[in-house]
């Protein structure tokens, strides 16, 4: 696990790509066989990536990093499936997740991830409560319909854990699909002071990227992302993209609150 501290809005101002790149994108998360993560100070999210291969793999815990036994007993979980066919087993209990599927574990619970052809993304954060492990099927999450053809930012939000519904102590996750033709995500930008929140790119050919634009409004700087690469949006920072082809993405929140209209919209002029 890698930790990263929190960050200024000067910084990124004034860093160069190499520091930018270090600091805000996550770009190894999914390696066969193994768990990655990275413990970022912004709101204390962890971000990581499971791919079990032919074996299974337990959440670790990262005692020294996390200073607890086991790694959901002060926090609680989102787990999206970015690979094939795949199950997560969540104290003994067995929840089949296909590409898209989400997953939601309360705090307190033993987790591990299996299948062969399978990518687990997580995200985990500082619980106060414990609600149920709850199974969020792509297919059955009705999407918001977002944008437009003639702005190329039509897209649509699949809200799996956003405040209401579901209940969570702060975490808030879903995914976002761009459609056919369109580029952008996220434009016009937004602000939320009291939450921290990473994006994790997916479904992106090989040869495609995400320009994603991050900063204060008036300060702009962007970083270059491919497929299943994060990037962490601290409270002062934009978090748009445009792609060069099809994508999508998982966006999960944590700070404050779990109410995902507490947001401040920035005018385009603003920029
Ligand atoms: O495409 C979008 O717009 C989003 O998906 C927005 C994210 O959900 C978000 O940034 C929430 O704060």
């Known amino acids: 696990m890698q930790v990263r501290y929190s960050t200024s809005p000067t910084s990124a101002?004034?860093?160069?790509?190499a520091d930018l790149r270090d600091t805000f994108l996550v770009p190894d998360l999914f390696v066969n066989g193994e768990v990655h993560a990275t413990y970022t100070h912004e709101d204390r999210m962890v971000i990581g990536g499971a791919v079990p291969g032919t074996g299974q793999l337990d959440l670790p815990a990262w005692t020294d990093v996390l200073g607890t036994e086991s790694h959901l007993e002060r926090r609680e979980l989102g787990v999206i499936n970015v690979?094939?066919?795949?199950?997560?087993i969540v104290d003994g209990e067995k929840f089949e997740l296909e590409h898209l599927d989400g997953l939601y574990v309360g705090r307190g619970s033993e987790v591990a991830f299996a299948g062969e052809e399978a990518a687990f993304y997580f995200v985990s954060a500082s619980a106060h409560a414990t609600y149920p492990a709850t199974l969020l099927s792509h297919e059955q999450v009705e999407p918001v319909a977002l944008g437009s053809p003639e702005a190329a930012n039509e897209r649509s939000l699949f809200r799996y854990a956003w405040g209401q519904d579901l209940e969570t102590s702060v975490l808030q996750f879903g995914v976002?699909?761009?459609?056919?033709?369109?580029?952008?995500n996220t434009f016009p930008p937004h602000l939320h002071a009291r939450r921290t929140e990473v994006y994790c790119y997916v479904d992106l050919a090989e040869?495609?990227?995400?320009?994603?634009?991050?900063?204060q409004p008036g300060h702009t700087r962007h970083l270059v992302v491919r497929n299943r690469q994060a990037v962490i949006a601290p409270p002062w920072s934009i978090h748009a993209g445009a792609g060069t082809?099809?994508?999508?993405?998982?966006?999960?929140?944590?700070?404050?609150n779990n109410?995902?209209?507490?947001?401040?919209?920035v005018a385009v002029d603003d920029l």
Do not use: K, Q
């Not at 040869?207 to 900063?215: K, N, P, S, T």
């Not at 109410?259 to 919209?265: F, I, K």
């Open 13 to 17: 101002e004034t860093a160069t790509t």
């Open 83 to 88: 690979g094939g066919a795949g199950h997560v």
């Open 176 to 184: 976002t699909v761009i459609a056919d033709g369109s580029v952008w």
């Open 207 to 215: 040869d495609d990227r995400v320009f994603h634009f991050m900063g």
């Open 245 to 256: 082809g099809s994508y999508a993405f998982i966006w999960a929140m944590a700070g404050e």
């Open 259 to 265: 109410c995902y209209t507490d947001l401040s919209p």
